[in-house]
């Protein structure tokens, strides 16, 4: 009953989201923006997210895998079982992996030392599918619990210091057959594709943008994109071959925007167009 | 006079070691590079693999005025002008490749130009009909006639159209790190493809120029 509520709720809302930008074009360029947001304040009473949380709440508390435990014992970096808060701090240095990790990296690993799960395999299964499925509501859950908080990535470690260093130069790395970087688009404040303002990852974008909006659920695909699936998106646009699933490369990305957003209010999971 | 040395010293020492682990970084990314990217479909990594331009133009600061000229140089010396001494195409033909964003991704099934769009959308304002474009790159509207080219075969336009067509082929040709893709260079369009491209924004008949 409740989710066919919320159903009607999305399709009435997304009919709203093809006329209002286009109606607010007309008189105004910029306005296409307030429409976006317009829209996405429609939906805050109803983002689906919510039921990815609600799974992911469930997949966390219930034994499950190989060995039939849960994930309560798993430490995301505040110490085992503290879920709250933990999100805002990642990625972060993990002594027992001796890794810098983010939120999905880290989830993998609790996922294979306490519940016999195989990380290499799950990280090698497609978006959306068998236990890819688990780690993305796992993370809409878990980045929920620290709605509201400010991004406070950590950088006293070498390592975090290393990681911030390398994604650093990653964002600017050009190549490919179109010559992108992630700076091509996101290295200037104010810029669009088409109608989509781009945020300015080299600095704090500001609350709720960027890095501190991810996960988020997209009604376009009707999806829950975790950060990992975020970054997959925008290296195929960029037409780079394929990054690995918290391969090393994304982790240091996550780092570099994470600690370039200290301070920014989380929304995740936010909703996007 | 001996602490004053000492300090000097102590500073190069310092300068030294800087450089050292910025070296050091630059050689560890590489390798997380490699290590990180797979091949997927076209999607090759070997699109990894940067040449001088990509290389130079891959930090927060741009190169030097020496090195980019030095880019610039070696960019346009590769520009190919077109086989017949035709630069202007069919503007309509040019609007549609500038309205598509598709090709060369991994969900992409073939790298042929002839698959591909011109994507100027994407980050440029063209023909003020298109309400939904990006502000990357510069506004194109009224791009010939803003520059005066009444007649794109006139001698007198000789040197915007040959400009339009480098800049097309070839940006970093005049911007060593231009965030255009050079799109004749890497094979991205054809020259059929960019004598369209080019006729939207120099023919006097195109919307463009209205």
């Not at chain 1, 996960?215 to 376009?220: G, H, I, L």
């Not at chain 2, 090195?67 to 309509?92: M, R, Y």
């Amino acid at each position: 009953m409740r989710s066919t509520r919320m159903m009607a709720a999305i399709a009435a809302a997304t009919a709203a989201f093809t006329a209002v930008p286009l109606l607010a074009q007309t008189q105004q360029p910029k306005s296409a923006a307030d429409g976006i947001a317009e829209y996405r304040k429609m939906l805050e009473d109803g983002n689906p997210a919510e039921l990815f949380e609600a799974k992911g709440e469930d997949l966390w508390k219930t034994p499950r895998g190989p060995k039939n435990v849960s994930l309560e014992a798993c430490d995301l970096g505040l110490g085992p079982g503290v879920v709250k808060g933990a999100w805002v701090q990642l990625p972060r240095w993990f002594p027992d992996t001796r890794k810098v990790q983010d939120l999905e990296s880290r989830l993998l690993s609790c996922m294979q030392t306490l519940q016999g799960f195989d990380a290499a395999e799950i990280a090698a299964t497609p978006f959306d599918k068998g236990e890819q499925a688990s780690v993305t509501a796992l993370a809409a859950w878990i980045s929920s619990m620290s709605r509201g908080m400010k991004m406070a990535l950590p950088q006293k470690h070498p390592e975090e210091k290393r990681a911030y260093e390398l994604g650093k130069r990653a964002f600017f790395y050009r190549g490919g057959p179109m010559d992108f970087a992630c700076a091509s688009c996101h290295g200037e404040d104010g810029k669009r594709i088409r109608l989509q303002d781009l945020p300015n990852l080299t600095k704090n974008p500001g609350d709720g943008v960027g890095f501190a909006a991810w996960p988020a659920y997209r009604v376009s695909s009707g999806e829950l994109w975790s950060m990992q699936r975020r970054l997959n998106d925008c290296f195929r646009q960029q037409r780079f071959p394929y990054p690995g699933f918290a391969s090393d490369v994304t982790v240091a990305l996550g780092v570099y925007m994470g600690v370039n957003a200290k301070g920014a209010e989380s929304i995740a999971p936010a909703i996007k167009r | 006079m001996k602490i004053r040395h000492l300090t000097a010293l102590a500073v190069i020492a310092a300068g030294a070691a800087q450089a050292q682990t910025a070296r050091q970084l630059d050689q560890q990314t590489a390798a997380m590079m490699r290590a990180s990217f797979r091949d997927q479909g076209i999607a090759t990594v070997e699109r990894l693999n940067q040449d001088d331009a990509q290389k130079a133009c891959s930090q927060a600061k741009p190169p030097s005025a020496a090195v980019a000229k030095k880019i610039e140089t070696a960019q346009l010396a590769a520009v190919k002008w077109p086989s017949d001494g035709q630069f202007i195409g069919d503007w309509k033909e040019g609007e549609k490749l500038a309205q598509n964003g598709r090709g060369m991704t991994w969900t992409d099934a073939s790298t042929a130009a002839a698959k591909n769009g011109a994507m100027c959308y994407n980050c440029h304002q063209i023909d003020k009909k298109e309400i939904s474009f990006g502000t990357i790159g510069p506004s194109l509207w009224n791009y010939g006639k803003l520059r005066g080219v009444a007649d794109p075969a006139d001698p007198a336009s000789a040197a915007i159209v040959k400009y339009t067509w480098g800049k097309l082929w070839n940006s970093k040709a005049y911007a060593a790190c231009s965030n255009m893709p050079r799109f004749g260079h890497a094979e991205l369009l054809n020259e059929q493809q960019i004598r369209d491209v080019m006729a939207l924004l120099l023919d006097p008949k195109s919307p463009v120029n209205q």
